[in-house]
């Protein structure tokens, strides 16, 4: 099946830094990747959607200066959390689909701790 | 807009009984439904999805579930549980490319 990497599988940070993520297909070309973020007990919360070479597209309440998608080739996805702060801490997963395919494939997910 | 319920975020059964996990959907037109199992420390893994087809949707594992329309529902089930079932489960419905997922439920089997 298809395989989407992620990483890396946790980060620990000072607040201030910023960290990317990385998010990889493995066996086939994501046209879509999505971007999620999951708080303790709540359920996974869509970040934004970025297509291959062309810009995110981000939710509301999602502050698009602070987490940067690039979607530069059809392989990989990057999301860097810029600045970090405590409250920034949490687990975050991607996930890919291939053009025509509505199968979403996901991650591992990136669990995030900013200190 | 589009929305999921999973009511009961723990459930526990013994190995070899039934395993009912419940999720309703709230939608204006009838949706894709989706489950998905994540393992620990593995990605979501897609168990089995409803795209308007046959309303008894089998998945792998020896999942399956049903798309019930009148009651917006699409109950998880198994029949015999086995210890490496135990996971999180996620219910998701979507309209477009977004997913909106439930809250999860854990599902512990003791022996």
């Known amino acids: 099946g298809a395989v989407v990497s992620q990483h890396p599988s946790w980060v620990i940070c000072k607040s201030g830094t910023s960290v990317k993520i990385e998010c990889r297909s493995l066996?086939?070309?994501?046209?879509?990747m999505f971007w999620y973020r999951q708080f303790p007990k709540q359920s996974l919360m869509l970040m934004a959607t970025?297509?291959?070479?062309?810009?995110?597209?981000?939710e509301q309440g999602v502050e698009k200066d602070k987490f940067l998608i690039n979607h530069a080739s059809l392989t990989l996805s990057t999301l860097t959390v810029t600045s970090a702060h405590p409250e920034d801490s949490s687990f975050y997963i991607c996930?890919?689909?291939?053009?025509?395919?509505?199968?979403?494939?996901f991650g591992s997910g990136t669990q995030l701790s900013v200190l | 807009a589009q929305s999921v319920t999973q009511l009961g975020s723990h459930v526990s059964v013994s190995e070899g009984a039934l395993v009912l996990l419940r999720c309703n959907y709230s939608?204006?037109?009838?949706?894709?439904l989706f489950w998905y199992v994540q393992y620990p420390n593995q990605g979501l893994q897609l168990l089995l999805k409803?795209?308007?087809?046959?309303?008894l949707v089998k998945g792998i594992n020896g999942f399956e579930a049903e798309f019930k329309k009148s009651e917006t529902s699409f109950h998880l089930t198994k029949p015999s549980a086995h210890m490496s079932d135990a996971a999180e489960y996620f219910c998701?419905?979507?309209?477009?490319?977004?997913?909106?997922f439930g809250t999860g439920t854990r599902l512990q089997v003791f022996p």
């Open positions: 066996d086939f070309q994501a046209t879509t």
């Open positions: 998701a419905v979507t309209l477009t490319d977004k997913l909106i």
């Open positions: 996930s890919a689909r291939e053009a025509g395919d509505e199968k979403l494939f």
């Open positions: 939608s204006s037109v009838p949706p894709y």
């Open positions: 970025s297509n291959e070479g062309s810009k995110a597209t981000y």
């Open positions: 409803y795209t308007s087809a046959a309303t």
